[in-house]
Every structure is written in C-alpha cells, then in structure tokens.
C-alpha cells in the first residue's frame, strides 16, 4: 500500500464509531507486550473470518477512545527488528500464519504502526500458543466453541488417502510389500502375530486399516501397491527421490523409487552414505566415533514426508544428499504449525493431513503417531552433540535438514558438559549457534539461565558460558568493548593528526567493533559514537562547510583538562549515557 492509501485506512479506521472485533486501537507508547499481540493476531484472525472480511488491523500509536494519535515507539528506528516480527508471530502460530504487512506512519503527532492481519482461512481456526482467541465486541477472549465450529465447518475435509480406487485389486498390490506389511504388523501387535498367519490378505489389510472393506485405497496403492499401479492415484505421484550432491553443489548421481514405500523406504536408506564420523578428543568429553546420522532419525524423516506430502499437489519427496548433510523436503504445509509445539507438547497431533495413510503407517510400524518422532530426533542429535535438525516451512513445504557432523565444537563441548540442560533450551542454543532469532520468552530465560547476553539482534553466549567452553576469545570479539573505549580512541586519533574525515573514522574503528555487526549496523554505530562526541560532549565538531563530508577536530575548549574530564563523569553518571552501550545499533536522530 501506498503511504497515501495508508493514511486514508488509518483515517477510516479511527472514523469507525467504536473499536470492531476487527480492528483494535493500542497506544503502545513504549512498546506491546509480545505474548499479547499474538493473542490479539489469533483473535482477528477468526473474528476477521467469522465476520467476512479479508483482513483485520492492529494499529499501535492511536489512544484507543478518542482515536487520537499519540505516537507509538514499538521496534523503533530498527526496521529489520520490526520486520522480523512476522517470523516470531508464525512460530506460534497454527500453519505459521503471519502478517500480511506491517506499515509505519510518521506524523507530527508521532509514529503509528499498522499491523495488517489475515482472515482465517476457511475451516481452520488460528490458534497462538496453542490455544485459539477470539473478542466479546471489545474484549479479548478464548474462541468459544460454537465460534470454533462454525469456521471448522466452513471446508468439509476429504481425506485424500482414504478415496477408494474403484477399479483396483489385490493384484495391483505387492506379495513382497504385503508380507512385509505382515511381518511389521505382528511387531507392532505381538499379542495378534497368531491371529496375523491365519488372515487371508483381504482380512489382515481390513484389520491393518490400510483398505476399506477389501477395496483399495490410495494409501495402499501409496504403500504396497505395485510400480505400475501408480495410475490409479493420478494426477498424484508416489515417488521418493534420492539425489547426491557435490560440495559445489552439482549433483553426482540420483535415483528415482516409487511405490510401494514400505519397501522404497529401505532402498532410500541404502542409498545414504552413511559414514563415521571422528571426534576431536578433548579429554574424555566425546566418544571417539559414530555414524554421521542416527538410522532412526534417517528413516523417521523419510517416513514424515511420505504421512505428511499433500499428494493433490503432484509433487514428489525429495531426499538430497550433501557431505555433512541430509535434506528432506515434501510437499505441503506443516500441519502441527511450528516445530517448537511438538518438542513442548511432546503430545499426539488433533489434525492430519491424511489421517488414513497415518493411521496405515502406525499400524505397519512405519511412523509414530503419538507425538514423539521428531521429539527423538531432536535427542538423537542432542546425544551426537550435532546441531538440532533445522526446519523450514517457506515456499509452501516442509524442509527437514538433518547435518551431520559437529557445526560448532565450542557449543559441542557446552552441551556435554551441561546434561542438565533441556531439550527446549538445547534447541534455543541452538538458535543462538546459528545466529537465528529468538523469541523474546525465549531470550528472557537464556539470560535468567546466565547462558546468553547482548541486544538482539546481536545475542552472544555468556562470559560464564564463554569461560566453561573455551570460547574467551570468541566472547570478547563478539562483545568487543564498552563507548568509552571507541570514544577515547577517535579523540586521540584526531589529537594526533589535527582532523579525520568520515571515512578516516571508519578506517580507525571499523575492524575493532564486535565481529557480530554486519557492515551497515558498524557504520550506525560510528555515526552515534560521533553523535556522543560532537553533540553530547562537545569535544569534537564539524570544521568543513557540508555536513555530508565532515571533516572532524578538536574543539579548543573541551579537548582535555580538568573541566573536559568533570563533563565526562557527569555523562557516565547519566543513565541515559549509560544506556548507549556497544550492542546499541539504532539510529540516533
């Protein structure tokens, strides 16, 4: 949108007579409370669905009863901060939901924040956290049952796996799938296995749930049906394939399996190289060798993409295979949401995307249905002390990335000399190691825990954490030095030298400021550091005309002695000097 049709929503926004369920007015002068703006995001969602409208507005920086502006300072002066929002909201969030924009608005009133929000989709109701909120006219509450209902049933669901191929057979299956299928069955259900030998095929794949009736489904033509019965689910694909990629990221080789899976996923994992991998000893901390990848972990991941594909969309599943690394993508969205509530929960799933082929795979001990698998394989890795498996829901699929191998041998040595850490603040850690977001709950207990410190975006691992691992000198780099230091070195530098223009000043300070700021957030820092020294202290201003090419020098009465030393205590004894420290990259206008 447009600044001009931004500013003519606002103005229609704040005419309405009172506040709508979908449209809610904060002042937010300082900021919002995060946890609450997801409710609120989860509540206009379903009343923006329940009340036909494509979307819903949360408008930070207008007073909520007269409308006026009074101005609103939530992430200010950092865009990417504000922007990252949309990630932190669709981690909680049912299908990862998130906003469709989010605007600013400058007047002279102050600054206005317009989060523009999404309807529900049809016949699915967006929870946050877990649970789903709705309004009483103005007051935020839980989405009362009949509310939850109504846009459940907006999209009748058809279970695709369980669609009946009406001229299929029993001919069409594998005998060699259907003996495996037989053989998984009474592992699975030992007390049946005598039962299990005198069922006829009809029978054991009726009590198996993988037909109806001894008609063919398409989840048996998915797990036991011959190569050549693959037409019957048309325009669907029951293919896995296996592509082995070079470190430039060409591919080596590659494979093509279709159904039946029960027996493609065993080829799969043939497939796989994988190989050992040897630890640097350190003490007796590591084992000496493992495999690259926990067979488990291999198998479950394969398995989640054969249960979960959305097989109406033609896709097929994808198994890259890269030296340290395995890639698993399918086709579709994640259906418990984020990642982060199955490893909380650790609970069985209310919705699936085929439940009938799920249902099929349990029962054939192919998967786990009971909440657990993607827990084991977070615990797998943990055990390996291997980075956590990365997931990523963009580009409408699931990309599972499994490395194998240790990413960071510091972060290795911290989790093998902390098992008391738990697996949600592992996955945290985790977060931190790869330089990934954290979620402000998640940050707060990191730093309760003393395991972390610094301003996000620039999180860093504690000194006590630092100190434990090895890592003093990473700690110090990363955290480089307090103002004063950087303030003392550029007046000194000018003290020598007479003056030192803009890019004299980058020269002097750039390669000494923490290695955790990228070039553009180096340079803001600079330019608040000259702001400190010219504006704040006075001991330096600009010389030359152009206030685009300062040239900087000392001015005559502040560049030392007693009254310059005085003046400087007193701005240490200000906390709002105080509160500018090396983690603070934000623009000071």
Known sequence: MTEAQLIQKLTELRSLPAETEVVEFKEAKTGYDFTKLGKYFSALCNEANLKGKPEAWLVFGVENKKRDIVGSLFRHNNRPYLDSLKGEIANKTTNRITFIEIYELDFAEGRVVMLQIPAAPKGMPIAWDGHYYGRDGEELSPLNTEEY???RKQATQTDWSATICEEATLDDLDPIAIAKARENYKNKYPEQATDVDIWNDTKFLNKAKVTIKGKITKAAIILLGKPEAEHFINPAEAKIRWILKEKDGNEKDYEIFCCPFLLSVDEVFKKIRNLKYRYIRDNSLFPEEVDQYEPYVIREAINNCIAHQDYSCGGRINVVEKDDELIFTNVGSFIPGTVDNV?????????YRNPFLATAMFNLK??????????????????RFFPMPDFDFSGGKVKVTITGKVL?????????????LGLE??????KVQKRNPLLEEELKLLRQKGLVEGKKPNIIISAKVAQSTGQKAVYTKYKAFNNRYYLDLVVKAIKQHGSLNRKEVDELLMDKLSDRLNETQKRTKIRNLLYILSKKEKTIRNSAKSTKDPVWVLNKDRAGG????????????????????????????
């Open 149 to 151: 209902e109504r846009i």
């Open 343 to 351: 490893i909380r929960e650790d609970a069985p799933e209310e919705m």
């Open 366 to 383: 192919m998967v786990d249905t009971i909440g657990s698998g993607i827990r084991r394989m977070f615990t797998y890795q943990r055990k």
């Open 425 to 430: 603040e592992i996955v945290m850690l985790d």
């Open 562 to 589: 007693t009254e310059d030393r005085e003046d400087r205590n007193k701005d240490r004894a200000n906390p709002k000097y105080r509160a500018t420290d090396t983690d603070n990259d934000s623009v000071i206008d």
């Open 408 to 420: 960071d041998l510091n972060y290795a040595r911290m989790l093998a000399q902390n098992p008391e």
